[in-house]
Nanobody, 122 residues
Framework: QAHLEESGGGLVQAGGSLRLSCAAS????????MGWFRQTPGKESELIAG????????YYADSVKGRFTISRDNAKNMLYLQMSSLKFEDTAVYYC???????????????WGRGTQVTVSS
């Protein structure tokens, strides 16, 4: 089992930056792959970034590549998403997720947080 809680969302101007955090709890969460999804009304959630348990491997969707950076601190059971050069179309609810096994760069994921809203004003 894993419990995930996001924080750091909010309102930011286009071109600005924001960092999302995800606090994870659970006995073996450090061995899980972790990822960030986002969802806008009427659309399916999209995996935008994923990272393996060993830090070194990361996946980014084309829509965020070069602007977003995913990282994790296993000692603190924390996951981060540094977002830069934000665009209006980045506006969405962002979800932290964990995957017990399998490839970190593909859904499905097993555990989800409740989400945090990111709004980018144009």
């Amino acid at each position: 089992q894993a419990h995930l809680e996001e924080s750091g969302g909010g309102l930011v101007q286009a071109g600005g930056s924001l960092r999302l955090s995800c606090a994870a709890s659970g006995r073996t969460v450090g061995s899980y792959s972790m990822g960030w999804f986002r969802q806008t009304p009427g659309k399916e959630s999209e995996l935008i970034a994923g990272i393996g348990w060993s830090h070194g491997n990361a996946y980014y969707a084309d829509s965020v590549k070069g602007r977003f950076t995913i990282s994790r601190d296993n000692a603190k059971n924390m996951l981060y998403l540094q977002m830069s050069s934000l665009k209006f179309e980045d506006t969405a609810v962002y979800y932290c997720a964990a995957k017990v096994s399998g490839l970190y760069y593909t859904p499905p994921y097993d555990y989800w947080g409740r989400g945090t809203q990111v709004t980018v004003s144009s």
